[in-house]
């Protein structure tokens, strides 16, 4: 079985749009969604700096933008199951036909500013922890006042606070964790910090008719399959403050049977943490145009399932 996943903010890099642009019809599939969303995609794409695209109201569309237009490139894909790291959840939302593209696009547009807006109150962000044992990283970090807003699987935990907290535990590191890390984002997703942010997404989703997932949709809450489009977007919004739990995510793959396993654009982290997680998944990150072929070969070899 095939696993189609999508990337979280923080994997976004300076110009890596550029060489999708060159692709038959992405530039003018690109301007379209720029102009629904009213944010130049092209521009933060492929000229602006690592401060501009750390920007959690300009990141954010980006990424979703970027990773539907790499899994267009793919051709026809019938992958055994979607699923998205945080932000790449609309990403998979729109691949599991539960939104169009473009109603994803605007809806992860309204939840980059709002999500902008709350980190905005408090000087908050995120830290990688390298190394120890979540039983006793968990405790510790709750201790300081963090949220381990992102647990990876693979002993990877992301912790999310105030800048004072995450000063605290550069400091006091929990036992056996070797480095902590800031990331390249804005806030402290997933916690809540950012309470303000999911009402304002909540509105925005009234306005919705979500479909049924034409494929197996896999939720970041608590890494079950999800088969009704209405919940599908009630845990978008709620996800907003909660932890993301890629690691329950990770176990429902196998035991749905996942044998490969591609991250669309632009790839690499969640494919870096399944070669640890899911030893023997064969796994294609798509980075570049350049990965299409490699990605191609692995969907001819694992229908869907």
């Not at 079985?1 to 690109?30: C, H, K, N, S, Y």
């Not at 109201?57 to 980006?62: D, E, G, R």
């Not at 176990?251 to 640890?276: D, N």
Request: net charge negative; hydrophobic share 50%; charged share 20%.
């Amino acid at each position: 079985m095939l696993v189609l996943v999508a990337p979280g903010q923080g994997a976004q890099t300076p110009g890596f749009l550029t060489p999708w642009l060159e692709l038959p019809g992405a530039a003018d599939r690109i301007a379209a969604w720029s102009d629904a969303i009213g944010l130049d995609l092209a521009h933060y794409g492929t000229k602006a700096d690592a401060d501009e695209i750390r920007d959690t109201a300009v990141a954010q569309p980006l990424l979703v933008a970027a990773g539907l237009l790499s899994a267009a490139a793919l051709g026809e894909v019938s992958p055994g199951v979607v699923a998205g790291h945080s932000v790449g959840e609309f990403t998979a939302a729109a691949l599991a036909g539960v939104v169009d593209d473009t109603t994803a696009l605007r809806l992860v547009r309204t939840r980059g500013l709002a999500m902008a807006e709350a980190a905005a109150i408090t000087r908050t962000g995120m830290s990688a922890l390298l190394g120890g044992d979540p039983e006793v990283t968990v405790p510790h970090l709750e201790k300081l006042g963090l949220t381990p807003a992102n647990v990876n699987g693979a002993g990877q935990i992301v912790a999310a606070g105030t800048i004072e907290q995450l000063a605290a535990l550069e400091a006091d590191k929990p036992e056996g964790v070797r480095r902590v890390v800031a990331l390249q984002v804005a806030g402290a997703f997933h916690t809540h910090h950012m309470a303000p942010a999911v009402a304002k997404l909540d509105e925005a989703a009234k306005e919705l008719s979500p479909a049924a997932p034409t494929t197996r949709y896999v939720s970041n809450k608590d890494g079950q399959v999800v088969a009704d489009g209405a919940e599908i977007v009630a845990r978008l919004v709620g996800q907003v403050a909660n932890p993301v739990r890629w690691d329950l995510c990770m176990e429902t793959f196998q035991e749905l049977g996942a044998a490969a396993l591609i991250e669309v654009c632009p790839g690499g982290t969640l494919t870096g943490i399944a070669k640890r997680a899911m030893k023997g998944v064969a796994t294609v990150a798509l980075k570049t145009p350049d990965d299409l072929d490699a990605a191609r070969t692995l969907i001819a070899e694992h229908a869907a399932v």
